[in-house]
């Protein structure tokens, strides 16, 4: 009789597609005993059922509770523990549906035509390759036997494999649970500043806005909360409020590297908000180059503001879904095209949870393609010089699982990640967890990768020069060597705090300014090579009037010399600017040097490095009774001649309103 029903099934499956009823093949459960309690225990049966045959992950998880009340009248039926253990696979509990899964076989081997795939995927969920490949291989026999599809399968089988090869060559990683963040419920998507200062995540907590319930998955509606780093700690997460979090869900999906800009998850599509002072604006939908009927999730900024990388094509079906890595570059104000990644990123599988690092080349994503051991697991690949990417690597066990790793952030300094993961430790469903990197990753193909971060993080806060009140002021980075914007951003009006992330390998200028203030001028010289570095720069801007400073920190000369160099016309340019925004502003324009060398000399050295300056800005139209030059030699330092630093600062262009 077993083995008709088995036939039954096939043809069942046959018919109706293996990936559609692979879940609710066993339609009856009875037991053969109806002893005092049998009553309540077929009661609970029915409830249970009834949730399992709505074939949704929120209606497994409910019907969990209803089996295993069952499960105390009678814990050896087999029915009961395979429908238990499918239920297990279906909610974020995967790991607990081997007990049953084992023991519906051990009672009954012909307990349903697909008790070997739902073993296998029980041994994969628990790390247990060898036994989930046995398992997969006789259900492939199966499939085989009676020529129904087996690509599910082959895709299983090869998961598993690339699981054998990672977990016998795990990486050097450190993986922290974050119990401060965590709480019995979904917790995911964090999102961290480049500094590590702040972190927006995703929860599903009690407490959420409206309290409503989701009819796919049972949960309540998602909120997003913050926390921030005190110390090294993370303090207790507060529900972030209005007007990010409404009624309906409100997702974390991506973060600019300073925290100002929040990109969030609505109604299928991606939001907008920016922090104004101490205050998030209210969400707006990007526009429809961005978002169309599609559904567009998971978003990150490149660390210049210019481009958007993002998910488009996701749907609620996992059997069906097929996310893309999306593109889209700015120009002006206004967003491009989106284009598709590559074909070496994007796989005919799902994409999720994309990160761009604020190194600007570095991509992490999340994919249940290429080399994956289950589910979604993290890879990283690199954008070169030419644009193309680099193949992704695996992240490699224990970081990925053969269950879903989603979300994952990269600080700015490159060793040190956050990612949410379902594991066996969990406190809820699905955690957040820190991932303390080694320096070095050995990857699959034997490559081993320094994964620490060419980039400087330079953050600060903008005083006012004479009140010492904090400033709103527009910040502008630009590229020396090549006479162009990189970015701007804008200082917090109420803390005055910046923070900019610049990608090692160019000479930078920067402009911080504000209406009724001269503006300041900083030069950051980036060699290709240079690791993670973090530079404090508090600026002060002080007011355009008569007799007011301003150092031009990036005007260039060769050694010895006082001929202009090409990396200097974007400061000189700024400067022009202000010249022809302030028509009656007169300005004297001083060179300073070192002590190194005779006094006689420096000060003909700095005499004709002033007096280039005045020809350039002759030469751009700017009258020349509006513009003096002196020479000051070493008279006026600024810095300390003992030490290369303090002499480096000495050697300066500077220029004083001589009349406003």
Not at 565 to 582: C, H, I, V
Request: glycine residues 6%; contains cysteine.
């Amino acid at each position: 009789m077993k083995k008709n029903l088995f036939a039954i099934i096939l043809c069942f499956l046959s018919v109706f597609s293996f990936s559609q009823n692979e879940k609710i093949d066993v339609d009856l459960i009875e037991f053969k005993v109806k002893n005092e309690g049998y009553s309540e225990a077929k009661l609970n049966i029915k409830r249970g059922d009834a949730l399992y045959r709505k074939n949704k992950r929120g209606s497994y998880l409910k019907a969990i509770p209803f089996y295993l009340k069952a499960y105390k009248y009678n814990s050896n039926n087999p029915e009961l523990n395979y429908k238990t253990g499918v239920a297990y696979l279906e909610s974020v509990q995967k790991k607990k549906a081997l007990y049953y899964l084992d023991k519906a076989y051990s009672e009954d081997p012909y307990v349903s035509a697909l008790i070997h795939w739902q073993l296998g995927r029980a041994y994969q969920y628990n790390a247990d390759f060898a036994n989930a490949l046995n398992e997969y291989f006789r259900f492939l026999d199966i499939l085989e036997k009676y020529n129904l599809p087996s690509e599910k399968v082959e895709k299983r089988i090869e998961e598993c494999k690339n699981g054998e090869i990672f977990a016998a060559k795990p990486i050097d990683a450190m993986i922290i649970r974050l119990d401060v963040l965590n709480s019995e419920y979904p917790d995911y998507a964090p999102l961290i500043s480049a500094d590590k200062s702040m972190m927006i995540f995703t929860s599903r907590r009690k407490g959420s806005t409206g309290g409503l319930i989701s009819e796919e998955d049972g949960m309540l509606f998602e909120d997003i909360y913050i926390s921030y780093n005190k110390n090294g700690n993370w303090t207790k997460p507060k529900n972030i409020g209005a007007p990010l979090n409404t009624n309906s869900h409100d997702a974390t999906v991506g973060l600019s590297p300073d925290g100002q800009k929040l990109f969030l998850y609505r109604n299928s599509d991606i939001y907008v908000s920016e922090l104004k002072g101490n205050r998030w604006t209210k969400p707006v939908p990007l526009s429809s180059s961005i978002n169309t009927d599609e559904t567009e999730n998971s978003a990150c900024i490149s660390f210049d503001g210019k481009e958007l990388y993002f998910i488009r094509g996701k749907t609620l079906d996992p059997e069906t879904s097929n996310g893309d890595i999306y593109v889209s570059k700015k120009t002006g104000d206004k967003w491009g095209e989106a284009k598709k990644l590559s074909d070496v990123i994007n796989t005919k599988y799902d994409e999720d949870g994309v990160f761009m690092h604020p190194d600007g080349k570095t991509l992490y994503f999340s994919s249940k393609g290429h080399d994956s051991m289950g589910g979604y697991d993290i890879f990283r690949t690199v954008k070169q010089d030419d644009g193309t990417w680099s193949e992704p690597q695996n992240l490699g066990f224990p970081v990925n699982s053969p269950d879903d790793d989603l979300y994952f952030v990269m600080a700015a300094n490159g060793n040190e990640g956050y990612y949410s993961s379902v594991k066996k430790d969990g406190k809820g469903f699905m955690d957040i967890y820190k991932i303390d990197f080694p320096k070095e990753i050995k990857f699959k193909n034997n490559v081993v990768t320094d994964i620490q971060a060419e980039l400087t993080v330079i953050k600060g806060t903008i005083f006012d020069g004479i009140s010492g009140s904090k400033l709103e002021a527009d910040i502008k980075i630009y590229d020396n060597e090549e006479d162009k914007s990189v970015l701007k951003t804008t200082s917090n009006s109420i803390s005055g705090k910046y923070l900019v992330s610049l990608p090692s390998g160019k000479n930078y200028g920067m402009e911080v300014k504000k209406n009724g203030y001269l503006f300041y001028s900083e030069n950051f010289d980036i060699p290709k090579s240079k690791k993670y570095q973090e530079i404090i720069k508090n600026i002060k801007l002080y007011p355009l009037k008569k007799d007011g400073k301003v150092i031009l920190r990036n005007i260039f000369f060769d050694f010895d010399k006082a001929i202009l160099r090409s990396e200097s016309f974007s400061e000189l340019n700024r400067l022009k600017t202000l010249l022809d925004n302030n028509p009656n502003m007169e300005i004297e324009i001083s060179g300073h040097t070192d002590n190194k060398g005779t006094h006689s000399y420096n000060v003909s050295l700095s005499k004709n490095r002033a007096q280039a300056v005045v020809d350039y800005l002759i030469s751009k139209g700017i009258d020349p009774g509006r513009l003096t030059s002196r020479g000051a030699s070493w008279d006026e330092p600024v810095d300390t001649n003992d030490t290369e630093a303090g002499r480096q600062n000495n050697r300066r262009v500077e220029f004083k309103v001589i009349r406003k």
